[in-house]
Every structure is written in C-alpha cells, then in structure tokens.
C-alpha cells in the first residue's frame, strides 16, 4: 500500500511535492524502531537533530576521520561523436558541435524558488545524498527527492522560470578543432560543459572523432595505404602514373622503362602519409599496391604482334605424347553464407552523431 501512494503521489507524477516529502519521512521512521523512538519522545525536531547526526558519523566511517571533506558532488561527462572525413584528419578543421545542456536558472540562482519556500530536504536531511547498505557496505547516492540538492521548493513559491527545476535547458555550441593527424577515436575534452547542477561541480563535454571511411585510402597509425592500376603497356614500357592526394595535389609516380613492373607490387612513397601530431613537417609513408590492367578485348593483329614479341605460347612448348585433358573454365562466384547476410543487415552501434 506504501508503494502505491509514494508511486501515485511522486511530483513527475503530478502529485504534491510536499505530501510525496511527508510520506517517504513517515515511511522512514515506521521502518526504523531507534528513529521511531527519537520521534516519539522527541519529536520532529529531535529526530531532525538525530539523523544529522548519524549522516555525520555514516560520512566520516565511510570518507575519513571527522572534519575531513568528502569532496562535491560532480555531474556527469556527455559524450558527443560527430563523424569526420579522412580529408579532415588530413588538412585539419574547424567543426562546431551543438548540444543542449541545463544551466543553473538565473531568475532564481539554482533554489529553485523565493527563499521563504526553501526548505531543507526531510529525505536527506540537506546532505544531498542518502546512504543506503549494498552487501552490508554502506553506499551513497544522490537524493532523488531534491535531486542531489538537499533542498525542496514548496509549491507556491517554486520559481516562474525553471518551475522549481533549478536548472534550465540552454543551447550551447563548441567550436572542436580538429588539428591535422588527429586520429579515428580520438577524444577532446571540453571541461566545465557538461550539464550543472546547484552545488556540484560540472562535468566535461567529450567530443570523439569517428572517422568514415575512404574510397581510395585506407590509414594505418601514420601511414597510407592506396591502390594504382597500371595498363600493361605502362608495366612493361614505362610512364607515369597519377595519385589524387587527400589535399588535392596529384603526385606524379615515375614508373622507370628498364623495370618490368608485375602485378601486386607494393610500393612505398616517403613522407607522403598522414601529417604527424606534436612534429611539424613530419609525415608518415605513402604504401602503393599496384595492379595491373590487361585488355578486355584484342584485334587478331594484335594477337600476332603480341606472339612475335612475347615468344611462342603454351602449345607449343607441350610434347606430342603428352596426356591432356581439356577443360572448360568459368568465372568464380563466391558464395554467399550466413555471415555475409548477417555482416549486409548489421548497423553499428555508436553514440549520438553531430
């Protein structure tokens, strides 16, 4: 019965903050035999007197020997993941960030109303935190009656502005620099942007950089890696071959003509990777995997130019009493399988993007 008047008579609920602070106070006294004693002989002020006294001595067992401070209450970090380009972490970028966080409302400087109607909270007696016993240790956690405040506004004097909230919703932009050789994953911590709260310290706004991925690059700590497809008359007889750089430049490869250039080559370009953070002018390496193009379809006269130049083909190097077998090839398909299909439908999990 105690649970369905404190549920229906909740203040998120609609109903009276003052009625709802009553019940949990009378509901903590009936369950407790010493404090129901105190306030049978005392009455409320000698029970007030009372539980102060065993939040000073929960306090000190748990943080310390008397007189040393437990320290503020702290709100909570909010994290914040915007999604960048490779080209971003390259040349670097200035990306604001918008968010909506609670400020201590003004009109009533975080009380939550006219100073009459403040009142000191009969939940946790002001401390702003109750103490509660998990496995026979005794843990403490902000007060959900004052919000972590120890204070309550009554209804009448609640301020117009925050509605006894003591906080207000106000929108708040970071201008995140984004220095080039920044990494996928980093995070940036803005302090003191996080929501606030009456009496707490305010937490940090974190920004994590989450990078997307490149069409034609793929980063490796410092180093790029990227693919160059070369025609076949280019391999054998040499040229030049061009790479659109992540800063628009076009690096012109000299493919020398004395080198015969095979399929599958890895080459590396120096200092043509990612800038490096901390060490102006250093960059990491450029990796070249090459590939080599052959044509789709040739002329007969082509053919036989090809068989003049290149030398005889298979069949004549076979011997007559070889035993063959003749074959018939077909293009491979890989087949699909159950984590293909899983790996289409999936969707990444991740925190709220700007």
């Not at 009533?108 to 002001?126: A, M, N």
């Not at 009656?145 to 004097?157: A, P, S, Y």
Request: glycine fraction near 10%.
């Amino acid at each position: 019965m105690v649970k369905e008047t404190v549920v229906m008579m909740h203040p998120d609920r609609g109903g009276d903050a003052e009625v709802f602070q009553s019940i949990i106070q009378a509901h903590g006294v009936l369950i407790h035999p010493d404090r129901r004693a105190v306030y049978d002989n005392e009455g409320e002020e000698g029970l007030s007197k009372y539980m102060a006294a065993v939040r000073t001595d929960m306090f000190n067992r748990i943080f310390g020997r008397a007189g040393v401070s437990v320290g503020g209450r702290r709100t909570m970090d909010r994290i914040h993941c915007i999604r960048v380009s490779l080209e971003d972490l390259y040349n670097g970028k200035i990306h604001p960030v918008t968010f909506t966080r609670k400020v201590i409302c003004v009109t009533c400087s975080g009380k939550g109303g006219k100073q009459i109607g403040v009142k000191e909270c009969k939940e946790c007696f002001g401390q702003g935190v109750t103490i509660n016993m998990l496995q026979n240790l005794p843990t403490s956690s902000p007060c959900q009656l004052c919000f972590g405040t120890g204070l309550m506004v009554t209804v009448g004097d609640k301020c117009p502005t925050c509605e006894g909230q003591k906080v207000v919703p106000k929108e708040k932009t970071l201008l995140v620099d984004i220095e080039p050789g920044m990494k996928n994953g980093q995070a940036l911590t803005f302090e003191g942007y996080s929501d606030q709260s009456p009496g707490a310290v305010t937490g940090d706004a974190i920004v994590v950089l989450e990078q997307d991925d490149h069409p034609r690059f793929e980063r490796n700590g410092d180093n790029l890696t990227t693919k160059l497809s070369i025609d076949v008359l280019t391999a054998i007889a040499g040229g030049k071959a061009r790479i659109k750089h992540l800063d628009r430049r076009t690096l012109a490869i000299a493919i020398p003509q004395e080198n015969l250039i095979r399929d599958r080559e890895h080459w590396i370009v120096p200092g043509k990777g990612m800038p490096v953070p901390g060490k102006p002018l250093a960059f990491g390496d450029l990796h070249v995997k090459i590939s080599v193009e052959f044509p789709k379809n040739l002329s007969v006269s082509q053919i036989q130019q090809l068989k003049e130049v290149l030398g005889p083909i298979l069949e004549k190097n076979l011997s007559p009493n070889e035993d063959l077998d003749e074959v018939v090839v077909e293009a491979f398909k890989k087949p699909e399988t159950k984590d293909d299909v899983w790996l289409e439908n999936a969707s990444e999990e991740g925190c709220s993007h700007q």
